[in-house]
């Protein structure tokens, strides 16, 4: 065995930087930066006009549950002899699921909007048959696959029924897509509250939990459609869109802050429900902004940046400062996160001056020079 020298084992045992500990960001840094690497993949990932999109968009998800659920379901449910046999299996599984959608949208006419809330509600049916399993209690393991994959088809069926007679666009889906996940958030919330829970057996936890989210998906979806028919919503723009949600995010983040300086690391219950309070009210707040000015992708995306670096920057100066109360991080996320969207909002109101209520349409906010005696020359456009 080889040992390294005795002098060398003294020197590092008298160099400082041996035994001082890793210095990490605090907590609150990361939930920012979270936030900010979500906001840029919803920016870049806008839709398509084309008509062919939709059409794109189903045969490429059919590829994906291909390779990803059907392939290692089946694999699963026949268990092959060999690994050569399982790996040719989930080759041709996935190929075939390409080569039958693709066979059977020759005739594919719908929209790329509606065609996302098709594929969303594939989603959900797979996410509620992963979900299902909890209330199996089942020894049988080559099973898991089943309920996904019955489900998954008819939550894409039942969404093409109820959108068949309705025209969708493109921010009033987006309203319903994060409607859905905000049902996620506070179906699973909501048993967390309830003290007796924790008392109960995992098991039975477990379907609290996983009953509570099923439930309170597709009523969160529900009251959006009415909320969105009674303050008729249904042409909002995508920016409008964008920015809602946001603000509600902002707003549970200023919950839970706001319960962490008044109580510290006491009862996390208060801070959760604090959170979820506050998220509504980010709601509110956002929505009343959409009322006065108008909103592209660009501007809410960036007033939403401008929030994390303001946060960012503020709990970066107490770090400098070598703070260590939690609550004064807490404060700075809040203060400067603020400051960052005031800022940033202000310094965005020209870019939409000419923007048209309800759409994302190109902005150009340049000054512009005459060429000899003709017509004006555009010097820089502005887009989002």
Same mark, same amino acid.
């Given at each position: 065995?080889?040992?390294?020298?005795?002098?060398?084992?003294?020197?590092?045992?008298?160099?400082?930087?041996?035994?001082?500990?890793?210095?990490?960001?605090?907590?609150?840094?990361?939930?920012?930066?979270?936030?900010?690497?979500?906001?840029?993949?919803?920016?870049?990932?806008?839709?398509?006009?084309?008509?062919?999109?939709?059409?794109?968009?189903?045969?490429?998800?059919?590829?994906?549950?291909?390779?990803?659920?059907?392939?290692?379901?089946?694999?699963?449910?026949?268990?092959?002899?060999?690994?050569?046999?399982?790996?040719?299996?989930?080759?041709?599984?996935?190929?075939?699921?390409?080569?039958?959608?693709?066979?059977?949208?020759?005739?594919?006419?719908?929209?790329?909007?509606?065609?996302? &809330?098709?594929?969303? #509600?594939?989603?959900? @049916?797979?996410? *509620? !048959?992963? /979900?299902?399993?909890?209330? $199996?209690?089942?020894?049988?393991?080559?099973?898991?696959?089943?309920?996904?994959?019955?489900?998954?088809?008819?939550?894409?069926?039942?969404?093409?029924?109820?959108?068949?007679?309705?025209?969708c666009f493109e921010g009033e889906t987006d309203l319903l897509v994060t409607s859905g996940l905000g049902g996620l958030l506070y179906g699973t919330a909501i048993p967390y509250l309830i003290r007796p829970i924790e008392d109960l057996s995992s098991s039975l936890q477990q379907k609290i939990y996983v009953g509570s989210a099923m439930l309170a998906v597709p009523l969160f979806i529900w009251q959006t459609t009415q909320l969105i028919d009674r303050l008729d919503l249904h042409?909002?723009?995508?920016?409008?869109?964008? &920015?809602?949600?946001? #603000?509600?995010?902002? @707003?549970?983040? *200023? !919950?839970? /802050?706001?319960?962490?300086? $008044?109580?510290?690391?006491?009862?996390?219950?208060?801070?959760?429900?604090?959170?979820?309070?506050?998220?509504?009210?980010?709601?509110?707040?956002?929505y009343r902004l959409t009322l006065d000015e108008d909103y592209t992708v660009g501007r809410a995306t960036m007033i939403g940046l401008g929030a994390i670096a303001g946060a960012i920057f503020s709990e970066g100066l107490a770090f400098i400062t070598q703070v260590e109360d939690s609550r004064i991080f807490a404060a700075c996320g809040i203060v400067g996160s603020a400051l960052g969207i005031y800022l940033v909002h202000n310094a965005t109101q020209s870019q939409t001056g000419q923007a048209k209520a309800g759409s994302d349409q190109p902005i150009a906010n340049a000054p512009t020079l005459p060429s000899g005696g003709g017509l004006p020359i555009q010097l820089l456009t502005i887009k989002f």
């Amino acid at each position: 065995m080889i040992t390294s020298p005795p002098y060398l084992s003294n020197l590092n045992s008298m160099d400082p930087k041996i035994d001082r500990p890793v210095t990490k960001p605090p907590k609150p840094v990361y939930i920012w930066l979270l936030l900010g690497i979500s906001l840029i993949f919803h920016t870049s990932a806008g839709f398509s006009k084309e008509a062919s999109s939709g059409r794109a968009s189903v045969v490429g998800n059919s590829l994906l549950y291909g390779t990803a659920l059907y392939g290692p379901g089946i694999i699963s449910l026949l268990e092959p002899d060999s690994p050569e046999v399982g790996v040719g299996l989930e080759m041709l599984i996935a190929s075939g699921s390409f080569l039958g959608a693709l066979q059977a949208t020759k005739q594919y006419e719908l929209d790329p909007v509606r065609t996302r &809330l098709l594929i969303w #509600g594939a989603y959900t @049916g797979t996410a *509620y !048959g992963l /979900g299902s399993l909890a209330f $199996f209690d089942s020894e049988d393991t080559r099973t898991w696959a089943v309920p996904p994959m019955l489900l998954t088809p008819l939550g894409t069926t039942l969404v093409y029924q109820l959108t068949q007679n309705r025209d969708c666009f493109e921010g009033e889906t987006d309203l319903l897509v994060t409607s859905g996940l905000g049902g996620l958030l506070y179906g699973t919330a909501i048993p967390y509250l309830i003290r007796p829970i924790e008392d109960l057996s995992s098991s039975l936890q477990q379907k609290i939990y996983v009953g509570s989210a099923m439930l309170a998906v597709p009523l969160f979806i529900w009251q959006t459609t009415q909320l969105i028919d009674r303050l008729d919503l249904h042409h909002i723009s995508r920016g409008e869109a964008t &920015l809602i949600p946001l #603000g509600g995010i902002v @707003g549970g983040l *200023y !919950g839970a /802050g706001t319960a962490h300086l $008044f109580l510290h690391d006491r009862y996390p219950r208060l801070h959760v429900l604090s959170s979820m309070l506050g998220l509504p009210l980010g709601v509110y707040s956002a929505y009343r902004l959409t009322l006065d000015e108008d909103y592209t992708v660009g501007r809410a995306t960036m007033i939403g940046l401008g929030a994390i670096a303001g946060a960012i920057f503020s709990e970066g100066l107490a770090f400098i400062t070598q703070v260590e109360d939690s609550r004064i991080f807490a404060a700075c996320g809040i203060v400067g996160s603020a400051l960052g969207i005031y800022l940033v909002h202000n310094a965005t109101q020209s870019q939409t001056g000419q923007a048209k209520a309800g759409s994302d349409q190109p902005i150009a906010n340049a000054p512009t020079l005459p060429s000899g005696g003709g017509l004006p020359i555009q010097l820089l456009t502005i887009k989002f």
